[in-house]
């Protein structure tokens, strides 16, 4: 069981909507901050899932929509990203949320394909080293689709703390043989564990017997028995 809560966070003129879940058992000390892809909401399948599946592994899970994703919600059409500022100060935002609920925890970014290149961003900024222990990337997005050589990688060779990468093998925006190139610049401990028929959202193929709550439960699992050995 779980305790869930909405939040407003303070951004700029106005708030950004989140949703705070909490164990109602023993917590970790590891608290995560996980953020959307680019296009579906924290309310999404994929996301309400993960964090459930976090919290009964004893995380406290904060997840929150970016600025263009709540006004997508507030006017019912589909809007693209904004711009990569934009994205970093609302990250900042609701860090500086999950740091005010959870003082005492330690922080972990974990974001979906957009979410967590956005993260590795503000990470690899944070020239002070205080804003989150560890990075979780569910399918980080290496390249666009079909454009092998347009490498967002630039930044792993300052990005310092321990990050888990979970990619599937059918992920269509990171190629493995290339991610595991650009994994040879991460300047921390980087872990990659494959999915095994994923693809960018983690669905498998019926073929493979396996189902979406498997899959899922496999990712958690993972992050769980990481965290459990990067920070014992």
């Given at each position: 069981m779980s305790q869930l809560?909405?939040?407003?966070?303070?951004?700029?003129?106005?708030?950004?909507?989140?949703?705070?879940?909490?164990?109602?058992?023993?917590?970790?000390?590891?608290?995560?901050?996980?953020?959307?892809?680019?296009?579906?909401?924290?309310?999404?399948?994929f996301m309400s899932a993960m964090s459930t599946l976090l919290v009964e592994r004893g995380f406290l899970v904060l997840r929150f929509d970016y600025p263009y994703m709540q006004r997508a919600r507030e006017t019912g059409?589909?809007?693209?990203?904004?711009?990569?500022?934009?994205?970093?100060?609302?990250?900042?935002?609701?860090?500086?949320?999950?740091?005010?609920?959870?003082?005492?925890?330690?922080?972990?970014?974990?974001?979906?394909?957009?979410?967590?290149?956005?993260?590795?961003?503000?990470?690899?900024?944070?020239t002070d080293g205080g804003l989150t222990a560890g990075l979780v990337f569910f399918g980080y997005p290496l390249h666009p689709r079909k454009q092998h050589e347009k490498i967002r990688c630039d930044h792993f060779a300052i990005l310092s703390v321990p990050a888990l990468f979970l990619q599937g093998t059918r992920d269509d925006l990171c190629d493995l043989d290339l991610l595991t190139q650009a994994l040879g610049t991460y300047a921390g401990s980087a872990t990659l564990q494959i999915v095994e028929g994923g693809d960018h959202g983690f669905d498998v193929l019926k073929r493979s017997g396996r189902t979406a709550d498997e899959v899922r439960t496999e990712l958690a699992n993972l992050v769980a028995d990481w965290d459990a050995t990067t920070f014992r």
């Open positions: 809560k909405k939040l407003s966070i303070p951004f700029e003129d106005g708030t950004l909507d989140a949703l705070l879940e909490t164990p109602e058992g023993g917590r970790r000390e590891s608290a995560i901050l996980l953020a959307h892809g680019s296009g579906a909401n924290m309310d999404s399948d059409r589909r809007r693209p990203p904004d711009r990569r500022v934009v994205l970093e100060r609302a990250h900042h935002a609701a860090i500086k949320e999950l740091a005010r609920v959870a003082p005492k925890s330690r922080i972990l970014l974990a974001g979906k394909s957009l979410g967590g290149r956005i993260a590795s961003y503000v990470t690899a900024e944070d």
